[in-house]
């Protein structure tokens, strides 16, 4: 079976896709998303094979939600879109395919025939500087907030998950994994389970065995772990 | 020959004659109006120096010898050539009729010289002086150019009587030269100042006549033809040219025809008919003025041989990119001359018009944009919109048919509506109805997650507004608004009269409105700039936001509306 995610804003789309999917045994839809803040979630969840991503989505876009996903664990992406204007933009993206709205049996057909033939996990070529996070998802307890660079302060992990900590001190927890925020952000790793905005370290104090921890403005002590430091003194221009 | 003081002073006196013949006739032409100012420009300088010096040369030849010197008037032209021109002029002026003296020789030939450069230095420093008092109008008081050469002559005879040697020999031609020097001199440069100062009253009299007729006609004609250059309006304009200028009869026409004519023999120069004059075609083949005067250039009226009409000026009317849309044209009858005045007056007129011509153009074309921008506007929003309807349309025809059948009937009220002009005026029942077919599809589309609330008395459903303001609000509360938010969106549209105003609200629950977002400012602001246009200032779309809590956007008309 391939499992399949529907991720669009419009009920009436997601039905009518579902309605064109049903004719497809092997395809099973494991989930509906009416926004990809919701489906970045489902996501890293559930894992499925291929997700039907609308583009035009409310404050995070289809585009955009790509870059906030695993480029390892990726699944194949189908754009769908009302509009071919954005086509050129979607396979820059390395879609897997794009479907026009409203969707064609035959052209449906052809892109799943073609995913049978190749179910390798989705190669998404990563690029140095491509795919940059402006803002990080972050759950609360009954909204979606989306954190702008500038306002975090560090990242820290632990077993219930990866907090974003801002700079007024609210610690929120988001979906997305520390390596793809150290990946696609400018936020430093400094510890297995730490990154660090640089721009808010106030001082590093030097302890015993090559450790070190970081002192924020606000006053928060971060850890700083012997196999990140190098990296961290080259980056601050410490010698 | 006998030489007494009263026969010297005679004679003298008619050399200044001879003088102020020559300077009579000069002031007649160009090169004498740099002197009827006291001037600071370098050309003018320099033109005051040249006169200045001939005049002082001219007053040393036409002297007359005193046994070894000459009796003369060169401190005329030096004193003044100081007076008007300043120190260095006067300096330059009294060099070099003090050179010539010099060069002509005799025992005074020093001295002589030496008076002449002095009385120029005389000149300039009074100049100065009154320059740093504020009194520029005092340099050319007869009075005080007579009384400084007077003084500057008596200067002269205490030099003589200094330098020139035998003392003996110097004070007695002194004695004889004194009296007559003095009075000619004086005179002299007291009336060479009268000729001055009524050449300057002249001109200055002609500018201002001048100026007031063209003042006139700008001020009467202002704004005519910026409302279209036509027959109607041409007809005022060439009215008020005619009434402001005097002359004999005014035409106007455009490349074809005579748009208006108003004066002599306007019972057979007919607006309307085509022009006929080899003279304006001239004019607006070559973008050239045309001048027949009826003596030297023959004018002969092109329509009847019996026309009174003796002497015609054509000037082009110059549009963009200099080309010619039509003339405008002065005529004289054959008993009056064509005066200077009016032959550049009407030059200035055909400027003014021109420009005139051209704002009414550009204005013009600013409308025809707006329409423009509104048409572009509909043309990038549709195709949109569309794709998302009929997509709407297509998920819900195998469910559920006879809600697709309404959608399509909702989308068909919708494009019907939107082929109505953009300025056209609607009432709000029929902006309702837009409304009201847009946000059938929209929410179709959207389900759940978009509820609408539309509150207005029917009472108010004739009130008159420009067709395409509300939708274009809702359109964007929607757009911009609720369809960017996560949470279900409300959209709340509502109307109320407020004194002799009807204010419509739109409120939506997002809140995201921001002052310029691209692409969503053009639609407000082309919805408000055309209830302005239609209004007035005091009316059109105001907003209200409160970021993730609401946006209102506010449209006042008034109820009765007086739409123009």
Request: hydrophobic content about 45%.
């Amino acid at each position: 079976m391939i499992t399949a995610l529907i991720v669009d804003d419009e009920p009436l789309a997601r039905k009518e896709l579902r309605r064109v999917l049903s004719k497809a045994d092997d395809i099973a839809i494991v989930a509906e998303c009416s926004n990809a803040i919701d489906a970045i979630g489902v996501i890293n969840r559930e894992k499925p094979d291929l997700v039907f991503l609308d583009i035009q989505m409310p404050r995070v876009s289809g585009i955009e939600m790509l870059s906030m996903l695993d480029h390892e664990r990726m699944p194949h992406i189908v754009f769908l879109t009302a509009y071919d204007e954005y086509a050129v933009q979607a396979f820059e993206q390395h879609a897997f395919d794009y479907l026009l709205k409203p969707v064609n049996q035959s052209r449906l057909d052809k892109t799943l025939e073609r995913l049978r033939r190749d179910r390798e996990p989705q190669k998404i070529g990563q690029l140095p500087g491509a795919n940059q996070l402006r803002q990080i998802p972050c759950f609360g307890q009954h909204h979606v907030q989306l954190v702008r660079m500038e306002d975090v302060e560090y990242v820290a992990s632990s077993i219930s998950g990866v907090s974003v900590v801002t700079t007024d001190g609210s610690e929120l927890p988001t979906e997305l994994p520390l390596h793809i925020l150290q990946d696609r952000t400018p936020l430093l790793r400094c510890h297995r389970q730490h990154l660090v905005n640089i721009d808010f370290i106030e001082k590093i104090n030097f302890l015993e065995n090559g450790l070190a921890e970081i002192r924020t403005r606000r006053g928060q002590i971060i850890p700083v772990s012997r196999r990140f430091f190098p990296q961290i003194k080259e980056r601050l221009g410490i010698l | 020959m006998q030489i007494d003081p009263v026969g010297l002073s005679l004679v003298l006196l008619q050399q200044m004659c001879v003088y102020l013949v020559v300077a009579y006739l000069l002031s007649r032409t160009k090169i004498f109006i740099p002197l009827t100012h006291a001037t600071i420009r370098p050309p003018h300088k320099l033109a005051c120096y040249v006169i200045f010096s001939l005049f002082c040369i001219m007053g040393t030849i036409l002297g007359m010898p005193v046994v070894h010197a000459i009796a003369n008037t060169p401190a005329i032209g030096a004193v003044l050539g100081g007076l008007l021109g300043g120190p260095l002029v006067g300096l330059a002026v009294g060099i070099t009729g003090g050179l010539h003296r010099y060069s002509l020789g005799g025992a005074f030939a020093l001295a002589a010289g030496l008076d002449i450069v002095i009385q120029g230095i005389l000149g300039g420093l009074m100049h100065r002086h009154l320059i740093r008092q504020g009194r520029t109008r005092a340099l050319f008081d007869p009075l005080k150019a007579g009384a400084l050469t007077f003084a500057g002559v008596l200067l002269e005879l205490l030099i003589d009587l200094a330098v020139a040697k035998p003392f003996d020999q110097t004070l007695e031609i002194v004695r004889l030269i004194a009296v007559p020097e003095l009075i000619a001199n004086s005179l002299g440069a007291a009336l060479f100042m009268g000729i001055l100062i009524d050449r300057r009253a002249l001109i200055e009299r002609q500018s201002s006549l001048f100026s007031a007729k063209a003042l006139a006609i700008a001020a009467r004609a202002d704004g005519v033809l910026r409302r279209g250059f036509n027959q109607e309006n041409s007809m005022t304009v060439a009215r008020i040219i005619y009434e402001e200028t005097g002359v004999g009869a005014v035409a106007i026409t455009d490349r074809e025809k005579i748009l208006a004519f108003i004066g002599i023999g306007d019972d057979h120069h007919l607006p309307g008919t085509p022009i006929s004059s080899l003279n304006t075609l001239e004019a607006i083949a070559h973008n050239e003025v045309t001048y027949a005067d009826g003596n030297e250039v023959s004018y002969q009226c092109s329509i009847s041989p019996t026309c009174p009409l003796g002497a015609s000026l054509v000037i082009p009317l110059v549009g963009e990119d200099s080309d010619v849309i039509g003339t405008i044209k002065l005529y004289e009858p054959k008993t009056k001359l064509f005066s200077t005045i009016n032959r550049t007056l009407g030059e200035g007129i055909a400027k003014l018009l021109s420009s005139q011509i051209l704002a009414g153009r550009y204005e013009q074309q600013k409308a025809l944009l707006a329409q423009a921008e509104i048409k572009l506007l509909h043309a990038q929003v549709n195709p949109h919109f569309l794709f998302n309807a009929l997509n709407t349309i297509a998920a819900v025809t195998c469910d559920e048919p006879e809600k697709a059948r309404d959608l399509i009937g909702d989308l068909s009220t919708f494009f019907r509506m939107n082929l109505k002009r953009p300025s056209e005026i609607a009432s709000l029942a029929e902006e309702i109805e837009h409304v009201n077919a847009y946000l059938q599809i929209e929410r179709a589309r959207f389900s759940d997650s978009l509820t609408v609330d539309i509150d207005i008395p029917d009472s108010l459903g004739r009130v008159r507004l420009p067709a395409f303001t509300l939708q274009p609000v809702v359109e964007n509360a929607i757009k911009h608004g609720t369809s960017q938010q996560l949470r279900p969106g409300h959209v709340a549209i509502s109307a109320r009269e407020d004194g002799d105003e009807l204010v419509i609200d739109v409120q939506d629950n997002a809140g995201l409105y921001e002052p310029k977002p691209a692409g969503q400012g053009l639609g407000m602001s082309l919805v408000d700039r055309r209830i302005r246009n239609c209004f007035g200032p005091s009316y059109g779309v105001t907003v209200a936001s409160d970021r993730d809590v609401f946006t209102r956007i506010m449209i006042r008309v008034p109820l009765e509306a007086a739409s123009k």
